[in-house]
């Protein structure tokens, strides 16, 4: 602990100390909760609160309280600015990125990240497109993973051509688990969450429903969701979900988590042991 923060910031009860800076809470400032250890972004207010946000998109709401926070390993107290300190010129993509303004989508590299079918696919693209085009990073959708294998040596993947493979319903035990055992390369991640199918990996809260619709083993998944939401065909049902999405706000935590990992996998600059 003393070497985190220094023996003069911990002599005493250093929450006390008037010492303790003050520093406006500007959108994007990270901090860490002193007590919690929460780490994240500055994204906006609450009465009497401040909300922040860490690296995979969960929000937390701590008290503005004096000496609550660290900067940089240091404890500062943080206030309200007067004004609102978002710039109007700057936006976020819908994966939460900060934009980058005047880039074009760069030349498509060797490297690609595959998916299950074609609804994968368009959710991808509908939360991470922006980002994927400015990587030059493509998404191909599969048809199913019962040969994932083969596809892959077929891909010959290497170090500047590299592959990454989200998969639905990644759970031990599984049939895609053991389909992915099979699947030996160091320029090869394969990841994925443990829904079903995407469309599950939608919050409900974003289609207006508390929970996904349980469907009795044995039943098409799918189909049985129709049922349930009184919806005739799961075409309409994804063009419903699909028009709910609008940012990485509206997924599961899990998808968001192999979606990051995936494209710092595929854009990571030479072989495994490069750096």
Avoid at 118 to 132: F, K, N, P, T
Avoid at 263 to 274: K, L, M, Q
């Amino acid at each position: 602990m003393a070497g985190r923060y220094g023996e003069d910031v911990l002599a005493g009860d250093w929450r006390r100390r008037k010492v303790t800076p003050e520093v406006d809470a500007e959108v994007d400032l990270v901090v860490e909760d002193a007590d919690s250890g929460f780490c994240g972004a500055v994204v906006g207010f609450e009465s009497g609160a401040v909300v922040l946000e860490d690296r995979h998109g969960r929000r937390r709401v701590f008290p503005l309280r004096p000496a609550a926070f660290l900067l940089d390993g240091a404890p500062v107290t943080l206030r309200r600015p007067v004004r609102a300190p978002v710039p109007a010129a700057r936006r976020r993509t819908a994966s939460g990125s900060v934009a980058v303004a005047d880039v074009r989508a760069r030349v498509a590299k060797a490297s690609r990240i595959w998916v299950e079918g074609v609804h994968d696919a368009a959710l991808v693209e509908r939360i991470w497109g922006d980002d994927l085009r400015i990587e030059g990073v493509v998404v191909e959708p599969l048809d199913g993973i019962d040969a994932l294998d083969a596809e892959v040596r077929g891909f010959a993947p290497g170090p500047d051509r590299r592959l990454g493979v989200l998969v639905d319903h990644l759970v031990p035990g599984s049939k895609e688990s053991r389909v992915v055992a099979r699947v030996d390369s160091p320029y090869v991640l394969v990841t994925g969450h443990p829904y079903v199918d995407v469309w599950q990996a939608v919050r409900p809260a974003a289609l207006g429903i508390r929970a996904w619709p349980v469907v009795p083993p044995g039943r098409p998944w799918k189909e049985g969701v129709c049922a349930a939401l009184g919806v005739a065909e799961p075409a309409e049902m994804w063009r419903r979900i699909l028009s709910r999405v609008d940012s990485f706000a509206d997924v599961e935590t899990p998808l968001i988590t192999a979606m990051e990992r995936l494209i710092d996998f595929v854009t990571e600059p030479g072989g495994p042991d490069a750096g």
